[in-house]
């Protein structure tokens, strides 16, 4: 990817004509989302780390973290963002430190949440969030496109505290938020309503279509670990297939080896 990939990757964020993402979690996956059309990809964290024998949550060490991010970003030609959980550190200056070796990396943006894995709130106060997300725009320079991602909704806050949170964030430097945790078209609206930069919402089977949430304005879309997750039950209808009735039809449809072979060539 050249030098203008920053820009080329901030002008794929249009409100009312979303960039849709299906995350990847290897160069394999990838390189499918990258053959399918997609103007670019995006890593997500649970798939990544699941991948790599870990849990999501800011378990994944960082270094291997970073280093599939690298791998990611040398297999496509298109930009690359990357999920990096809480920044994997306990503090600003080791998120900057995350985003410092992303940036090295190749990465052309980051997602970056507001979600205390360690401590005894669910979130992170909105001044130490804000503060992460500041440290990370100071190490990422203007280029890198930060996502801040809200958390409010997957921890039964409200609207109000969803869009207070945002601003604070856009305020410190991020330049989208990701709100996940709603496909409500009401709450997403006033969300777009509410919110000065591009907002990125989660979909999947039960959201509305990408053509309504246009409508609403919405910038971006993303599957998140939805992909790796019915990856994931593809492996386990096989294996209980072949345990229970021997039989194989839990594999029909399979991208063929050959294809899948010349992926990686």
Do not use: C
Not at 61 to 68: N, Q
Not at 130 to 136: L, P, Q, S, W, Y
Not at 179 to 185: I, K, L, N, Q, R
């Amino acid at each position: 990817m050249t030098s203008d990939k920053y820009d080329v990757f901030r002008a794929l964020h249009r409100p009312g004509d979303p960039l849709r993402l299906a995350n990847a979690w290897d160069v394999a996956s990838a390189r499918v989302v990258e053959q399918a059309g997609a103007p670019a990809i995006a890593t997500t964290s649970a798939g990544v780390a699941w991948s790599l024998g870990a849990k999501d949550g800011n378990v994944l060490d960082r270094d291997r973290a970073v280093d599939l991010v690298a791998r990611v970003v040398a297999a496509v030609s298109v930009p690359v963002t990357a999920d990096v959980e809480g920044g994997f550190a306990d503090d600003a200056a080791g998120v900057a430190e995350t985003v410092r070796l992303v940036v090295a990396a190749g990465a052309a943006g980051i997602n970056l949440e507001d979600s205390d894995r360690s401590g005894a709130a669910p979130q992170l106060t909105v001044v130490e969030a804000a503060r992460r997300f500041a440290a990370a725009r100071a190490a990422a320079g203007d280029g890198l496109f930060v996502n801040a991602r809200v958390d409010t909704f997957f921890h039964g806050g409200t609207v109000a505290d969803a869009l207070a949170r945002a601003r604070a964030y856009v305020d410190a430097g991020a330049d989208g938020v990701f709100v996940p945790g709603t496909a409500d078209p009401a709450v997403i609206a006033e969300l777009v309503a509410g919110i000065d930069a591009p907002l990125n919402v989660l979909v999947g089977p039960g959201s509305p279509a990408v053509a309504e949430l246009a409508a609403l304005g919405v910038a971006r879309v993303s599957l998140g670990s939805s992909v790796a997750e019915a990856a994931y039950a593809v492996v386990r209808r096989a294996a209980e297939e072949l345990q229970a009735k021997g039989t194989y039809s839990a594999v029909e449809g399979g991208l063929a080896y050959g294809d899948v072979n010349a992926l990686l060539s």
